[in-house]
């Protein structure tokens, strides 16, 4: 039985890695620290955890987090770093879902997360947690930084396009909107339901902290010069990602949609967790509800020569706790489906 850890677990990602976690039997949830709710009881906070999780708040420095194997980091950036460091020399293996790991330029992810970062040596070691890229990698590494939701759908939709060097990668736009969930747990007037009831709105127009983590991980991909245009829109939905992702063709001649389609199914023959649609089909955020999944279609505007790709996943399982579970997984060396082999909530 692997013990396992989850620091910052009364956020949206800490308790849905609790419920993915709890009908596990090959894993126990051995500690669940919160620095506001030590003393609580997991079931009275979170109902719907009833005899599933019957443990209590801990306090991040109360010790328990050193027994275990795993350590889950559901936290705003920031926290992983001061404390990470201790638990991977106390043996544990530390999975991240914040963004304290993933960039590997110090200076710029100083510049936009407006703080000194804590550990920039870990941050060499620390291994990028997209399966579908570094899957090898992650299954000898200490510390994974989990990629974020918006990167996840972006990464995913455009991956095939760049490796085969089919498209001007200087000119990516992604057209992103997610559901406020993707926001956190907090109390903000911008969140209220009278506030994002019936509207939609675009934010980050000017810069959006996702931007250098896509760069960074399409350009490892790519032979040429990677730019991308990135907008975020918030939503009035709880759960989802829908990515709408724009790319010129470098070459039209020989161009179809039948080259792309079989592109991305060769790509993604032998990968559990994208669903490429057929053509004519198109990916829907309540198609993927509750499931470690993104679902992909990809077409051809001839008229314009340009490829458009659509990726949809929830922001909280493949955008988050769902691949850290699916991160796991391939740390612990076990089928990567284990646990997430769960069908999308309808409706």
Known sequence: MVKVGVVGATGYTGVELLRLLAHREDVSVAAVTSRERQGTAVADLFPSLRHHVDLDFEALDSGALHDCEIVFFATPHGVAMETARQLLDSGSRVIDLSADFRLK?????????????RCPDLVAEAVYGLPEINREAIGQAR???APGCYPTAILLGYLPLLRAGLVDTTQLVADAKSGVTGAGRKASVDFLMGEVSESIKAYGVHGHRHVPEIRQELSLQSDSAVNVTFIPHLMPMIRGILATLYAPVAVAE???VEVLQNLYRD???DEPFVDLLPQGQFPATRNVKGANTCQISVNYLADNNRVVVLSAIDNLVKGASGQAVQIMNIMLGIPETTGLDNVALVP
């Open 254 to 256: 020989g161009m179809s």
């Open 105 to 117: 330029d110090i200076a710029v992810w100083e510049h936009w997360y407006k703080t000194e970062h």
């Open 143 to 145: 510390l994974v930084a």
């Open 267 to 269: 790509a993604y023959r």
